[in-house]
Antibody, heavy 116, light 106 residues
């Protein structure tokens, strides 16, 4: 089955760190650019970061640059997002999404709550 | 950054109605525009890409048009399964999304 499954969300204190993972299956993972997108009730959908198939080209939104790090392991069909210096405003549902220019496949999302 | 503005934010309609949602880009994006449907607790699902191309498996009552900075999503005859939130997305430079339009039952 073609799918993406995120994991790693949870409750973390402000200033803390968290690592999200996204497991891909059913397609040739290494040929696709992958993205992280988050969603909050107030701000809607927000693109965070993308990484090309080889892991060479990486881009970040200004809101997370310097705090979040995207990476991938093509041997394990896995995408990751290392989040540090977390803020209350980083609380959201985090999605990984396959890039066919647009988001052709999304995971179910994982909830991150940043609160003291 | 490219800002995407959708209107309206909420739309009340009945089954069988023709529904139109508009999306405006803050700068030229050619036809690099996608539309998504999202239901509560679920991930976005792509309906339209390249402004007017229907994603495989999506009912033909969904249609998209526009280019440059002005785009439209039309549902020709609203069905019970279509009550949801709709998002536009530009992919001309990175990704950015509109704030969403909730289609609710009148």
């Amino acid at each position: 089955e073609v799918q993406l499954v995120e994991s790693g969300g949870g409750l973390v204190k402000p200033g803390g760190s968290l690592r999200l993972s996204c497991a891909a299956s059913g397609f040739t993972f290494s040929t696709f650019t992958m993205n992280w997108v988050r969603q909050t009730p107030g701000k809607g959908l927000e693109w965070l970061s993308s990484i090309d198939g080889s892991g060479t080209y990486i881009y970040y939104a200004d809101s997370v640059k310097g705090r979040f790090t995207i990476s991938r392991d093509n041997a394990k069909n896995s995408l990751s997002l290392q989040m540090s210096s977390l803020r209350v405003e980083d609380s959201a549902v985090y999605y990984c999404a396959r890039d066919s220019n647009y988001g052709s496949l999304w995971g179910q999302g994982t909830l991150v709550t940043v609160s003291s | 950054d490219i800002q995407m503005t959708q209107s309206p934010s909420t739309l009340s309609a009945s089954v069988g109605d023709r529904v139109t949602i508009t999306c405006r880009a803050s700068q030229y994006i050619n036809t690099y525009l996608a539309w998504y449907q999202q239901k509560p607790g679920k991930a976005p699902k792509v309906l339209i890409y390249e402004a007017s191309s229907l994603e495989s498996g999506v009912p033909s009552r969904f249609g998209g048009s526009g280019s440059g900075t002005e785009f439209t999503l039309t549902i020709s005859s609203l069905q019970p399964d279509d009550f949801a939130t709709y998002h536009c997305q530009q992919y001309h430079r990175y990704w950015s999304f509109g704030q969403g339009t909730k289609v609710e039952n009148k």
